[in-house]
């Protein structure tokens, strides 16, 4: 099983980008699927997640109202659309999956990482 991230790049302060994850196999309701990031000398932190259930998405604060998180119906891909980039999102974003994930933190235990894109906002 493979997590492939894409759609990294340069931006401008404002500016959009989407991001991709696509899974190697269906994901089905087995693992639900985050987005952690992490800038150079910093900690990885998470970002959003899209849970598997009904229940809402998670965000983490700084990202609330500028990203969004979603999922195609083929379970096999999951989208992170960043709207109005600020030069602190810069970082290189990964995506993972978890078998559990919750609408107010990010996922705790991950079953697998992907190899990450990079995100640069300049200002």
């Known amino acids: 099983v493979q997590l492939v991230e894409s759609g990294g790049g340069s931006v401008q302060t404002g500016g959009s980008l989407r991001l991709t994850c696509t899974a190697s196999?269906?994901?089905?309701?087995?693992?639900?699927v985050a987005w952690f990031r992490q800038a150079p000398g910093k900690e990885r932190e998470g970002v959003a997640s899209?849970?598997?259930?009904?229940?809402?998405?998670f965000y983490a604060d700084q990202v609330k109202g500028r990203f969004t998180v979603s999922r195609d119906r083929g379970q096999k891909t999951v989208y992170l659309q960043m709207n109005d980039l600020k030069p602190e999102d810069s970082a290189m974003y990964y995506c993972?999956?978890?078998?559990?994930?919750?609408?107010?933190?990010?996922?705790?235990?991950?079953?697998?990482w992907g190899q990450g894109t990079q995100v640069t906002v300049s200002s």
């Open positions: 899209m849970p598997f259930t009904a229940h809402s998405p």
């Open positions: 196999i269906e994901l089905d309701n087995k693992y639900c």
């Open positions: 993972a999956a978890s078998p559990l994930c919750s609408s107010t933190q990010p996922p705790q235990r991950i079953y697998l």
